[in-house]
């Protein structure tokens, strides 16, 4: 069974469902509401688990209640949590509001996955363990980018799959075997707004790179093509 180590946020993402966000100073009532484990780690995870794989989480959660039940639902899908520590104060979060189009707004507040800022002894054996390691950028990118040149030393394949369209450091691209971002992302990291064009300029950053266009499906090149 291939076993895959993510390396990531895990959070409690509060998720509201209203006709429309509010306009700053204004309140609108909600359809529902739900409080929903996630985080692009914890996301990851239950993907890999879900798609038949082996699987390790390396993260952190918080000393609340969020932090109990994050670690409780990992649990439940079958993700090794020995390396999902516990640090002091409250866990992550993400205020999530949904509007009737599908749209969303989100106001993430890092909590305990601040304290990745790097990978530890401990991370850096399990990810040596791996068929593949599994990054986002919903922690420290000091810490991502330790997990990524740890795995590349180890011979481990690394996807990374940023959330954010935020600027990358050219040595977390450079231990990256496969980069996932949106059109977004495409953009902020080549200049280039034409996903089939970001995606062939992504080829001078890392060895492999999709782009996801949506319900348009996804645009991929590595070197070899």
């Given at each position: 069974m291939t076993h895959i180590v993510v390396f990531g946020s895990v959070q409690m993402e509060l998720v509201t469902h209203a006709e429309r966000a509010p306009d700053p100073g204004q309140a609108v009532s909600g359809r529902e509401f739900h409080a929903v484990p996630g985080g692009s780690g914890g996301r990851q995870a239950v993907a890999a688990v879900r798609a038949g794989a082996a699987v390790s989480v390396a993260g952190a959660v918080g000393t609340d209640a969020y932090g109990e039940r994050l670690r409780a639902g990992l649990v439940r899908e079958g993700v090794d949590v020995d390396l999902l520590r516990t640090v002091p104060g409250p866990s992550g979060t993400a205020q999530v509001t949904v509007d009737a189009a599908g749209s969303s707004t989100v106001v993430a507040v890092p909590g305990a996955n601040a304290a990745l800022t790097v990978?530890?002894?401990?991370?850096?054996?399990?990810?040596?363990?791996?068929?593949?390691?599994?990054?986002?950028?919903?922690?420290?990118?000091?810490?991502?980018?330790?997990?990524?040149?740890?795995?590349?030393?180890?011979?481990?394949?690394?996807?990374?799959?940023?959330?954010?369209?935020?600027?990358?450091?050219?040595?977390?691209?450079?231990?990256?075997?496969?980069?996932?971002?949106?059109?977004?992302?495409?953009?902020?990291?080549?200049?280039?707004?034409?996903?089939?064009?970001?995606?062939?300029?992504?080829?001078?950053?890392?060895?492999?790179?999709?782009?996801?266009?949506?319900?348009?499906?996804?645009?991929?090149?590595?070197?070899?093509?």
């Open positions: 990978a530890t002894p401990g991370d850096v054996a399990l990810i040596g363990t791996g068929d593949a390691l599994l990054l986002s950028s919903g922690t420290p990118l000091s810490g991502v980018t330790s997990a990524a040149l740890a795995a590349r030393e180890r011979g481990v394949r690394t996807v990374l799959a940023p959330s954010r369209a935020d600027p990358l450091p050219d040595a977390l691209l450079a231990a990256a075997g496969l980069l996932v971002v949106d059109e977004d992302g495409a953009a902020a990291l080549t200049g280039r707004h034409e996903p089939y064009r970001s995606v062939r300029a992504l080829l001078e950053l890392v060895p492999e790179a999709v782009v996801t266009l949506g319900a348009a499906g996804q645009a991929h090149r590595d070197r070899a093509l």
